[in-house]
């Protein structure tokens, strides 16, 4: 089973930053994908950032904004994000996909989400 721990969240006015960070453990052997989704009552679950290899992706709204960046060699990843607008307001998930232990197939997991709330 892999694990996947977020950390980061919480309550920030309209302007401000926050910093999301997301750790991968357990039955997986190397990371091969890494990312940040969120969902709110009113959208879909939508990809927000990502990390693929050397592929970076974020989404339009975002960019300029937001930046991930894996954290060293482990199996984590950093989301920080500045310049805070209520529409960031949602669930942020954390998704992470690799090779299982044996590299005889993929391995894929979703964190159990943690809230942003963007809000004066």
């Known amino acids: 089973q892999v694990h996947v721990v977020e950390s980061g969240g919480g309550l920030v006015q309209p302007g401000g930053s926050l910093r999301l960070s997301c750790a991968a453990s357990?039955?997986?052997?190397?990371?091969?994908?890494m990312g940040w989704y969120r969902q709110s009552p009113v959208k879909q679950r939508e990809l927000v950032a990502r990390?693929?290899?050397?592929?970076?992706d974020y989404a339009d709204s975002v960019k300029g904004r937001f930046t991930i960046s894996r954290d060293g060699n482990k199996n984590a990843v950093v989301l920080q994000m500045n310049n805070l607008e209520p529409d960031d307001t949602a669930v942020y998930y954390c998704?992470?996909?690799?090779?299982?232990?044996?590299?005889?197939?993929?391995?894929?997991?979703w964190g159990r989400g943690t809230q942003v709330t963007v809000s004066s």
């Open positions: 990390i693929d290899g050397f592929i970076i």
């Open positions: 998704h992470v996909r690799g090779r299982n232990l044996r590299n005889t197939g993929s391995v894929e997991s």
């Open positions: 357990g039955s997986i052997l190397s990371v091969n994908a």
